[in-house]
C-alpha cells in the first residue's frame, strides 16, 4: 500500500506558465477535487474554454472580469464564482490577480504538475 501525502510544502509546490501572463499552480489533488492556485498579470487573460468539471473560485487579490456562458460580470477581492461543467468561460485581468479555484471531478490534465 502507498503512502498518502495530507499536506504539500509551499516550496514543492510547481509554477506552470499556462498563457501569457496567466501562471497556475496546482496545490494539490485527491480522489474527487483539483485545488489551484491562478496568477494573472493585469490585461492578460484564461481564453474562452470549455471542459467537462465544475469549477468553483474565490479572488484572493485583485479584480477579474469574468464571462460565463455569455454573461459578464466583475469580481473583486472576496467575491466568489461557481462555473457548471460544459460551460464556454473566460477570465481577463484588471489588475493583477490571484485566483483560488477548486475542480470536480479531478482535472488529470493538472496532475502531473503536483
Known amino acids: 500500500m502507498s503512502e ?7 516550496d514543492v509546490i510547481r509554477s506552470i506558465d499556462a498563457f501569457p501572463g496567466v501562471v497556475r499552480r496546482t496545490l ?8 489551484v492556485e491562478i496568477a494573472i ?10 471542459h ?5 473560485g474565490t479572488v ?10 455569455g454573461q459578464q460580470s466583475i469580481c473583486d477581492e472576496g467575491d466568489v464564482y461557481l462555473i ?3 460551460l464556454e468561460h ?8 490571484t485566483l483560488i479555484e477548486v475542480f470536480s471531478p ?6 502531473p504538475d503536483l
Do not use: C, K, M
Open 84 to 86: 457548471p461543467g460544459d
Open 4 to 10: 498518502q501525502s495530507y499536506e504539500r510544502r509551499a
Open 28 to 35: 494539490h489533488s485527491g480522489e474527487a477535487i483539483t485545488l
Open 90 to 97: 473566460e477570465v481577463t485581468a484588471l489588475e493583477p490577480t
Open 52 to 56: 467537462p468539471h465544475e469549477q468553483a
Open 41 to 50: 498579470a493585469t490585461g492578460h487573460e484564461v481564453p474562452e474554454h470549455v
Open 106 to 111: 479531478v482535472r488529470e490534465d493538472f496532475v
Open 60 to 69: 484572493i487579490a485583485g479584480r477579474i472580469r469574468i464571462e460565463i456562458d
